[in-house]
């Protein structure tokens, strides 16, 4: 079995050290596979904020750790730096590559650079990275749980939160279903769910999953919803079995000081 550990927007620079002991914690009784980073490791894409979380990365001692930029990974206020060079930052602390994948007996995880400094905070997927995914995806093997990774959401639940889903989310999904995507993860609103894209997204005809992560360990919690990390667990099924994972959602509970098991979903995959 592969374990996959799922954080998003931990905001160093905000966090809080209780939070990030108790994911440490985690981590260590878990002892995930991979590590996912979905974007929003900083709070302001300050030198000092990215050294603590390249320092907490380390520290989780994991065979495999994929990170993307999120819009706060950005500088804000340096607007030399914002347009000339916008990922200095992020690629001294955790490397050249924005779009790194990850390619295992069991595992295809690919990660999509959705933000862009001219929007601000909004996100978007190019045709030229739908397509590249896609080809990706195509040459996946069935033992494999294929996974795409966006900082931006694919999908939204709310209408409120309309207006920060991802431009060109739809596209990528139907391509990506198309193509053999599993699951899309995914961050940026702090609010976790996980929801069925062939009944959120109209033209999405193979199924697919959208697995969204709150905050990991910020203080900057929102709709009521405590700090939350995602655990996957996939095995490769025999050829006679179906496909099958199981997706969990782990808050930190306040009062015990550590993350527990919320929510726990088996999913039936599309062959």
Not at 60 to 69: D, G, K, S
Not at 227 to 234: Q, T, Y
Not at 257 to 271: G, M, P, S
């Amino acid at each position: 079995m592969s374990l996959l550990l799922h954080i998003s927007d931990p905001h160093f620079g905000t966090e809080m050290p209780p939070v990030v002991e108790a994911l440490r914690q985690v981590a260590r009784d878990l002892r995930p596979d991979v590590v996912v980073l979905s974007g929003d490791i900083t709070q302001r894409a300050r030198t000092a904020q990215f050294a603590v979380a390249r320092q907490f990365c380390d520290s989780l001692h994991v065979p495999h750790v994929l990170t993307l930029p999120g819009n706060h990974d950005i500088p804000l206020y340096n607007l030399w730096a914002r347009v000339f060079n916008p990922y200095g930052g992020y690629r001294a602390a955790f490397g050249d590559e924005l779009e790194p994948e990850l390619d295992l007996d069991d595992l295809l995880v690919l990660c999509v650079n959705t933000t862009r400094p001219s929007r601000h905070k909004d996100g978007e997927v190019s045709k030229a990275q739908i397509e590249r995914v896609a080809r990706r995806l195509e040459g996946a093997r069935r033992e494999q749980l294929r996974i795409v990774v966006t900082h931006q959401p694919a999908c939204v639940m709310r209408e409120e939160d309309e207006k920060d889903r991802l431009h060109g989310g739809h596209r990528a999904v139907q391509a990506w279903s198309k193509a053999g995507a599993d699951l899309v993860l995914g961050g940026h609103i702090h609010l976790p769910y996980l929801s069925d894209l062939c009944a959120r997204v109209k033209g999405t005809q193979r199924t697919m999953f959208c697995l969204q992560a709150g905050t990991a360990v910020s203080h900057r919690v929102r709709f009521g919803t405590p700090n939350s990390i995602n655990v996957l667990r996939w095995s490769a099924p025999a050829a006679e079995l179906p496909r099958e994972c199981t997706a969990q959602r782990w808050d930190y509970d306040l009062a015990d000081q550590r993350f527990e098991l919320t929510h726990n979903h088996d999913l039936k995959l599309a062959e």
